[in-house]
Structures are given as C-alpha cells and as structure tokens.
C-alpha cells in the first residue's frame, strides 16, 4: 500500500479484534518510533498488550473495545504540532502495515497509561492501535473555500495538497484550520478550539502527501 492509499484508506476505527500484534509488524513499529523520535525529539513510546487504557470507558462517543495496543505521544512543552505530524507519520505508517488507529485525546482511562515521561516533557495525546473490525467510515468533509484559498486558476499540486489535508483526522473532526497559497509559498494555521494545533500538525503531513512536497515551501 503506497502512503497515499494509507492515507486515502485511514480512518478512525474503535472496535478492534482482540489479538496481539504480529511479531514482525512490532519490530517495523519500533523502527519507525525510532526515526520519528531521531528526527523530531519527541518521546514517542508503544505499548502492547496492555488493554487497561480503553477498560471502564462507556462515553456514547469515543467508546473503544478489543483495543490492546498504542502509542503513547510524549514530547517537550509546546510541541503541539509536531506531535500532530510525527504522529500522522506513524498513523499512515501503520496503515500501510495493515493495522488501523484512532487518535485519543479524551476517552481513554488516563490511570491506565503509564509512559516514561522526563523532566520537561508530557503525555499530550495517544494513539490507539490495533486489527480493526471494520475499517471505519469516511468522515464528513468541510468545504474547500471554508478552509482554504483554492480557486480554479490555483495549481493541481495545491488542490491536491487540500484533498489530502481535508481527509485527515482532527478531533470532533472539527477541520479548523486554513491554508493559503502565494505562488509556491503556503501557510496553514490553527483555528480556536481545542487540541487545534494536534489538529494543524496532522493536517500539514497530510497536505504534503497530496501536494507533494517537491513542489511547494511552509512559510
Ligand atoms: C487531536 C485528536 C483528538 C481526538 N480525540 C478523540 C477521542 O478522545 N476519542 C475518540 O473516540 N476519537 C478521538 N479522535 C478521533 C476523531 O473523532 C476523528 O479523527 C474524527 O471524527 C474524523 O474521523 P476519521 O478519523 O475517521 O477520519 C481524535 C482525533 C484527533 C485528531
């Protein structure tokens, strides 16, 4: 599976079957943790095995079952939205491994995650993993105009980009961010609310899978 189609084919999926995660798709998991903590100074931790963080948790929305396995997000203060793209990294990563997530910032039971956690750092966010028993549903779209710039005289490679960045998740699937474009210079920023610039980092790893990354510059 390209990123691509990982990132076409993800989405968040609660109900997971109750089986430990392949033996060989854990070593290309702590592989993957490795690169993203090298290159971002996160401190990003898996567990497996350890069911106890979606156990007691019977919220009408964000109830979990079978899940045994996650990432626990852990960073320095004010890394809101590298923990948001290193995270999506990991998140498509182990789509194209077969496995399926569901970022959680709220519906987990908070004494049942037990991270190494330094001086400086915290726990921002995890990331439940595991064999879906579906492979969840699209979510519902904003429009193009209300999150971005894009006309009909904008580049493909720009369309695309927002394509990509409006099938990511965000939480309550609140979309709020917005991009704009002057020629090969793009920004994107975080609107009010809460866990938004999670949200910002998790959409700009999307936007450059779509745009391509070749193609354009942040500013
Ligand atoms: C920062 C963040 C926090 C989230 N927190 C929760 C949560 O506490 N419980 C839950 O069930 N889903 C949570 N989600 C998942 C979102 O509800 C989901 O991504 C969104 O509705 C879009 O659906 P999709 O991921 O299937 O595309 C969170 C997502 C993000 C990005």
């Given at each position: 599976?390209?990123?691509?189609?990982?990132?076409?084919?993800?989405?968040?999926?609660?109900?997971?079957?109750?089986?430990?995660?392949?033996?060989?798709?854990?070593?290309?998991?702590?592989?993957?943790?490795?690169?993203?903590?090298?290159?971002?100074?996160?401190?990003?931790?898996?567990?497996?095995?350890?069911?106890?963080?979606?156990?007691?948790?019977?919220?009408?929305?964000?109830?979990?079952?079978?899940?045994?396995?996650?990432?626990?997000?852990?960073?320095g203060k004010g890394m809101d939205e590298k923990i948001g793209y290193y995270g999506q990294q990991l998140?498509?990563?182990?789509?194209?491994?077969?496995?399926?997530?569901?970022?959680?910032?709220?519906?987990?039971?908070?004494?049942?995650?037990?991270?190494?956690?330094?001086?400086?750092?915290?726990?921002?966010?995890?990331?439940?993993?595991?064999?879906?028993?579906?492979?969840?549903?699209?979510?519902?779209?904003?429009?193009?105009?209300?999150?971005?710039?894009?006309?009909?005289?904008?580049?493909?490679?720009?369309?695309?980009?927002?394509?990509?960045?409006?099938?990511?998740?965000?939480?309550?699937?609140?979309?709020?961010?917005?991009?704009?474009?002057?020629?090969?210079?793009?920004?994107?920023?975080?609107?009010?609310?809460?866990?938004?610039?999670?949200?910002?980092?998790?959409?700009?790893?999307?936007?450059?899978?779509?745009?391509?990354?070749?193609?354009?510059?942040?500013?």
């Amino acid at each position: 599976m390209t990123i691509k189609e990982a990132l076409e084919q993800r989405h968040s999926v609660r109900q997971f079957e109750e089986k430990s995660i392949d033996e060989e798709l854990v070593v290309k998991l702590k592989a993957g943790i490795e690169t993203v903590n090298k290159e971002s100074g996160l401190h990003v931790q898996m567990f497996n095995d350890e069911p106890e963080a979606f156990q007691a948790n019977k919220p009408s929305y964000g109830q979990f079952s079978g899940c045994r396995n996650y990432f626990a997000m852990v960073g320095g203060k004010g890394m809101d939205e590298k923990i948001g793209y290193y995270g999506q990294q990991l998140v498509l990563f182990s789509q194209q491994l077969g496995l399926n997530t569901c970022w959680v910032a709220l519906t987990y039971k908070k004494g049942g995650v037990n991270p190494k956690i330094s001086s400086g750092e915290k726990l921002y966010i995890i990331i439940a993993l595991g064999y879906g028993k579906t492979q969840g549903a699209s979510h519902k779209l904003k429009e193009m105009s209300a999150v971005s710039d894009l006309s009909s005289d904008s580049p493909d490679w720009y369309r695309n980009g927002m394509e990509a960045a409006l099938l990511a998740p965000t939480a309550m699937n609140q979309q709020k961010f917005r991009f704009s474009r002057s020629g090969n210079k793009v920004s994107a920023k975080a609107g009010m609310g809460f866990y938004t610039k999670i949200d910002l980092g998790i959409v700009k790893y999307n936007f450059e899978i779509g745009a391509g990354k070749e193609n354009f510059i942040w500013v």
